[in-house]
């Protein structure tokens, strides 16, 4: 029927599901059912959004789309509850549980995953969207949608998850801790914290959307920046010498090994 809504539930409501539901409430196209074991976190989302609750998982039947926002510790646990839903897709977002594993413990073959950050709480979230070469593209299509609601959509193959949780979800933590630092360095030079704060906010922001105006490789607007015996050059030069470049790529080489390891701990 024209005009009906995309029937979603989501099952739970912490920091990231709570993002997702408000993110889905807000679009007209769908139905937003929740699912939140813990009342207070339930009743602020109600508060916020306009979408249903439901006091029991089992009330989550007959849905288009279940999206499963479980930490992945506890995942185990609920497959019992999740295999009756027999909706017409599962989105997972449990971070290290593979397709193969979700498919056999849903008993279902229409499932996806999901890699948001944590950025889906203002719609801005990169998430990476990883799918069987065997869904349906009516499917697909309905994953990239749901996943284009609260940011930017990347689809990739499931193999590259690891790689992605190392450049974006963990990594967003990574890009505030940089922000702390540069800002605590303008409290060294005289800028109280929180101006410094905001001025650093503002300079990733600007860096982000001039990178994605012009389309230039990162390096190639550095180099715009630095001018000859300039001050740039010199800030440069010391994250060089203080092996800056080593540094990141390890932290996100630590990132990719443990999920890693949480993947084949969850099989």
């Known amino acids: 029927m024209e005009g009906k809504k995309t029937k979603i539930a989501i099952i739970g409501g912490g920091n990231m599901g709570g993002a997702i539901t408000m993110a889905l409430s807000k679009k007209e196209e769908y139905e937003v059912f929740l699912y939140e074991r813990t009342m207070e976190k339930a009743k602020a989302l109600l508060g916020e959004c306009p979408i249903t609750l439901l006091s029991s ?4 039947v007959d849905m288009d789309c279940v999206i499963i926002a479980l930490k992945p510790q506890n995942l185990p646990s609920f497959y019992h509850k999740l295999q009756p839903l027999a909706p017409k897709l599962f989105i997972s977002i449990c971070a290290g549980v593979d397709l193969e594993t979700l498919k056999n413990n849903l008993g279902c073959k229409d499932v996806v995953r999901f890699m948001p950050n944590i950025g889906a709480k203002v719609g801005k979230s990169v998430t990476a969207v990883a799918a069987d070469s065997t869904l ?91 001018s000859p015996r300039g001050t740039t050059i010199e800030g440069i030069k010391a994250l060089t010498d203080g092996g800056f470049a080593s540094i990141v790529q390890d932290a996100v080489d630590a990132t990719v090994r443990k999920s890693e390891e949480m993947t084949r701990n969850t099989k």
Do not use: W
């Open 57 to 60: 998982i089992s009330e989550a």
């Open 136 to 226: 349906r593209e009516e499917l697909l299509d309905l994953s990239l949608d749901i996943a284009a609601s609260f940011g930017d959509a990347f689809l990739l193959d499931e193999s590259l998850f690891s790689a992605f949780i190392g450049i974006s979800g963990s990594a967003i933590a990574f890009v505030f801790d940089f922000m702390h630092n540069l800002a605590m360095a303008g409290v060294r030079e005289g800028i109280p914290y929180n101006k410094a704060l905001s001025i650093v906010s503002g300079t990733l922001e600007s860096a982000a959307m001039l990178q994605k105006a012009t389309g230039k490789g990162a390096i190639e607007l550095e180099t715009m920046v630095c």
